[in-house]
C-alpha cells in the first residue's frame, strides 16, 4: 500500500540530513517484520506435527452439546468392587436413583442429596478397590444397553475410585534420649527398612506402606457448557474431560468429580476394624468458569509440589483456610501480606545499601553482626535437618550470606595459610577500636553472655528431660533453635547499650527502622489471627520492646550531628555534602551566563 499523500509530503520537505536517517528507520522496521515472518513460516512448516489431510465437509462441523439446557435427567449410582460396569440388573449395586434433574439450571430442583451407610466388605478392609459408576440417562430412557429402548444419544456416564491410597503418614522418629520405652521404640520404628549388605555398600529399600483411604463425600457436577468446539480447537485442560460421541461428533455433557475441598484429614482409614464408614453423596451444576478454576488450581498444586515449592500437606492447609476462616478476615490478611512483602523488601533493600556505604563502625555493635550470624546460621541447620522445602532453604541460605558478608563490612577478615588449614582471622576495625565504641560493646556482650548461657543451658537440660528428639545432634539444633526465637531480643541489646552510654542516637537510619516497625505491626496482627508456634508468637513482640526503647533514646537524647551514626553516615558530612553541590551549581551557572 502506497503511503499517504501527506505523508509523502512531508518527507520530501524534510531537510536533507533527517531524510535519509527517517527512510533507513522505517525501512529496518519493515525487513525485521518480513524476517520474522519469512523464520515463522520455515519453523511452522518444519517443525509442527503434521497433521492428518481432513475431509473439507468435517471441517466446517462444530461439535455441540447433545443435550439442552433445562432438559430432564435421570441418574443412576452404582458401587462395585470393579472398574468396570455392566451389570444393571443387579439391584444391590444400586446405591442411588434420582429422575427429573433439571440439566444446567441453578434452581433448588437442580440439587440433589442423600446420606447413607456403606459396609465394606473383607476384599476393601484389604486394601481392596471401590468405584462409582455414575450414569445420566434423559427422562423415560433406559441406560443398560441390553434393553430395547436403549439409544446411545441419550444416556452417558463416568467411574471414579471412592476408595484411594495414600502413603502411609511418616512416623515420629523422636525418642527420649536419656532412655527409651516400649511406645518410643514403637513410634520411632522407621517407615522403610534399609537391608544393608556387609560386604556391599548397596542399600536397598522397602517399599512405603499404603493406606486404603475412604473418601466421606461424592460430589458430582454437570458442567454448564454449551460451547460450539471444532474437532481441532478444543483446549487441552478440556479435551481429556469431553467425552464425544463418535457418530455424530458431538459431545455428552462433562460430569466432574468434585474433590477440590475434600481434605486429607477427613478422610477415613479402612481397615479389619472398620465396619462402616459414611457416604454423602451430592448431585449439583458447575459453571464452566468455576470448574475451570479448580482445574487450574489443582494443577498449581502439583506443579510446585513437583519443583518441591510445597511439601504435601500444605494444599490441604491453604484449602482449609479459605473454608474455615471468616472471608472478611482472609481479604484483610491476603492485603496486609502484600504490605508486609513490600515493607519486607524495603528494609532489606535499605540495609544492604546503608552496609555497603558503610565508612565507619563507630557507634555500631560489630559483635552483634557475628551473633546474627551465628543465630542465622542455627535456624538454616534446623530447617535442614526437619525437611524443609529447598525453597525456605534457599531464602534462609542467602540470609545466612548476607550475615556473613556483613561480618566482612563490620570486621577485617584474612585468611590465615600458616598452618595446614587454612583459617579465617577476624580483626576489629580501626574506627570501632580506636573509640569508646569497643569498649561499650565487650561490657554489654559481657554481661549479657552470662545471661544468654544460664537460658540456653536451662532451656537445653529442660528439652533433654521433658522431650523427645531424633538425635542428639537434633536436640542441640532444637535447643538453641528454641534459644534463638525467645532470647532473640538480647542480641538487639548491646546496639541500645552503646546508644545509653554515648547519650546520642545520631540521627538512625529511620526509614529503614520505619519499614521494620511497620513488618512488626504487620507481624503482632498475624500472631493473634494464624496458627503458630508458642515460641514464635513470643519472638514476634520482642522487636516491639526493641523499637519502643529506639523510640524513647530519640526522645531523650539529643541529636549529635557531628557523631557518625552505625552506618557510617554523619550529619555534617551530608551538610558538607549539600554545600559543595551548592557550589558546583553556582559555578556551572557563573559559566553559562
Known amino acids: 500500500m502506497a503511503p499517504p499523500v501527506t505523508q509523502t509530503a512531508a ?39 503434521k497433521q492428518k489431510p481432513m475431509d473439507p465437509t468435517q471441517t466446517r462441523h462444530l461439535m455441540t452439546n447433545l443435550f439442552h439446557k433445562g432438559e430432564s435427567l435421570d441418574m443412576w449410582f452404582y458401587l462395585t468392587e470393579q472398574e468396570k460396569f455392566n451389570d444393571f440388573s443387579n439391584e444391590g449395586s444400586l446405591y442411588w436413583h434420582e429422575t427429573n434433574i433439571p440439566y444446567a439450571v441453578w434452581t433448588p430442583e437442580s440439587i440433589r442429596t442423600k446420606s447413607l451407610k456403606y459396609y465394606p466388605s473383607e476384599t476393601l478392609q484389604n486394601n481392596g478397590s471401590l468405584y462409582a459408576h455414575v450414569f445420566f440417562a434423559r427422562s423415560g430412557f433406559p441406560i443398560d444397553p441390553s434393553d430395547p429402548e436403549y439409544q446411545p444419544l441419550n444416556s452417558f456416564g463416568r467411574t471414579h475410585p471412592v476408595a484411594t491410597y495414600f502413603p502411609k503418614r511418616k512416623v515420629d522418629k523422636k525418642k527420649s534420649l536419656l532412655g527409651s520405652s516400649p511406645k518410643d521404640s514403637d513410634e520411632s520404628k522407621p517407615e522403610v527398612e534399609k537391608v544393608v549388605d556387609k560386604n556391599s555398600e548397596v542399600k536397598e529399600e522397602v517399599p512405603v506402606e499404603w493406606v486404603s483411604l475412604w473418601k466421606p463425600n461424592v ?31 458431538n459431545y455428552y455433557p462433562t460430569i466432574y468429580f468434585n474433590e477440590f475441598w475434600l481434605l486429607r484429614d477427613k478422610m477415613i482409614p479402612i481397615n479389619e476394624t472398620v465396619s462402616e464408614v459414611p457416604l454423602n453423596l451430592e448431585i449439583s451444576p458447575i459453571s464452566m468458569m468455576k470448574w475451570q478454576l479448580f482445574q487450574q488450581v489443582d494443577q498449581s498444586f502439583q506443579m510446585q509440589r513437583s519443583y518441591g515449592s510445597m511439601l504435601d500437606g500444605e494444599s490441604d492447609e491453604l484449602k482449609r483456610v479459605f473454608l474455615e476462616g471468616n472471608p472478611y478476615l482472609l481479604g484483610i490478611t491476603m492485603c496486609v501480606s502484600m504490605l508486609h512483602s513490600v515493607f519486607d523488601f524495603l528494609a532489606f533493600k535499605n540495609d544492604i545499601q546503608f552496609w555497603n556505604k558503610n565508612k565507619s563502625m563507630e557507634g555500631l555493635s560489630a559483635k552483634s553482626v557475628v551473633l546474627n550470624f551465628i543465630c542465622q546460621f542455627v535456624i538454616f541447620l534446623y530447617l535442614l535437618d526437619n525437611d524443609t522445602s529447598w525453597m525456605i532453604l534457599a531464602s534462609s541460605g542467602v ?51 552470662y ?55 545520631a540521627h538512625l537510619p529511620w526509614r529503614q527502622m520505619t519499614y521494620k516497625f511497620l513488618n512488626t505491626i504487620i507481624d503482632d496482627l498475624f500472631a493473634f489471627v494464624i496458627k503458630m508456634p508458642i515460641l514464635h508468637r513470643l519472638s514476634v513482640f520482642r522487636d516491639d520492646v526493641i523499637f519502643l526503647i529506639y523510640l524513647y533514646q530519640r526522645w531523650v537524647y539529643p541529636v549529635d550531628k557531628t557523631r557518625v551514626n552505625e552506618f557510617g553516615f554523619g550529619g555534617e558530612d551530608e551538610t558538607a555534602e549539600k554545600k559543595l553541590i551548592t557550589e558546583k551549581e553556582e559555578e556551572n551557572n557563573k559559566k553559562t551566563n
Open 451 to 505: 545471661v544468654l548461657l544460664l537460658l540456653v543451658v536451662g532451656l537445653s537440660i529442660y528439652s533433654l528431660a521433658y522431650e523427645r528428639h531424633k538425635s542428639w545432634y537434633s536436640w542441640i539444633l532444637s535447643s538453641l533453635t528454641s534459644c534463638v526465637y525467645m532470647f532473640g531480643f538480647i542480641m538487639m541489646c548491646p546496639q541500645l547499650f552503646i546508644n545509653y552510654k554515648l547519650k546520642s542516637v
Open 399 to 449: 540470609g545466612v550470606c548476607i550475615e556473613f558478608w556483613k561480618i566482612g563490612k563490620a570486621m577485617r577478615i584474612e585468611v590465615d595459610r600458616s598452618g595446614m588449614i587454612p583459617r579465617l582471622r577476624f580483626h576489629d576495625r580501626e574506627s570501632y577500636a580506636s573509640n569508646k565504641t569497643k569498649e561499650y560493646d565487650d561490657i554489654a556482650i559481657k554481661f549479657l553472655s
Open 219 to 249: 460430589t458430582i457436577n454437570l458442567v454448564d457448557d454449551f460451547t460450539h468446539y471444532s474437532q481441532n480447537g478444543v483446549p487441552p485442560n478440556i479435551a481429556p474431560h469431553l467425552l464425544v460421541e463418535p457418530t455424530s461428533g
Open 11 to 49: 518527507v520530501a520537505e524534510a531537510p536533507g540530513g533527517a531524510q535519509p536517517q527517517q527512510q533507513r528507520g522505517f525501512g529496518s522496521t519493515i525487513s525485521g517484520i518480513i524476517r520474522i515472518a519469512v523464520f515463522w513460516y520455515f519453523a511452522s512448516k518444519f517443525f509442527s506435527p
